[in-house]
């Protein structure tokens, strides 16, 4: 277990990631007697997990664009990582991704709340959650017997999107928005997708 934890948090994607949250969240810490700044870390944390779901499953698993270098950016991101699911490399969202992203999110919420702290600390929560995130995924792909009930079925449910059928069980820290989107399934009533490991291939198949 040791050499897991040491090769997650010293993958330099995520010991970047960890470093700024660090950053984030002592700002956070500082300030949080302020209910302004608790219910932004809140608010960032739990609008994580729906766009964690809602990027997954309409973004990651789009039909596969016709251009060259888009198609190129959607291997990096994602469908490299359904043809090689334990390649380590492929578990991690790059930072040229996810860094965009969160400032993205970041001005919005300045642009809303004119707070430079609120903001932080909604990144903050963003982060915290991002980094829970590439953890459970991580885990779903590595050696790693989860120490929880609960920790040992989100990995198997994440183990039927990779093996059983990719147009279902998108969320990887939550099952809630699979529930309420209707795509949580029994994995023995759904049929065994053929494109599960070559998302390139899915033309126009519905998820």
Known sequence: MK?????????????????????????????????????????????????????????FHMKAPKNAFLLKIMKLIHYDHHANPNELHLLFLPLWYSLPNIVVVGVIAYVITSSLVTTIALIAGVMLLLL????????????????????????????????????YWYGVTTPTFDYLMGTYKEQKDVELSKTTRDLEKRGEQVD
């Open 132 to 167: 829970f995130y590439e953890w459970k995924h991580f885990v779903a792909h590595r050696p790693i017997k989860p120490i929880s009930p609960w920790g040992r079925w989100m990995k198997k449910v994440h183990q039927w999107h990779h093996y059983k059928n990719e147009n």
């Open 3 to 59: 050499k897991h934890v040491k090769a997650f948090f010293f993958y330099p994607d995520i010991l970047i990631m960890g470093c700024l949250f660090l950053i984030c969240f002592a700002v956070t810490i500082a300030h949080l007697s302020s209910f302004e700044t608790l219910i932004a870390f809140i608010v960032g944390m739990l609008g994580y997990t729906l766009i964690e779901y809602l990027t997954h499953r309409f973004v």
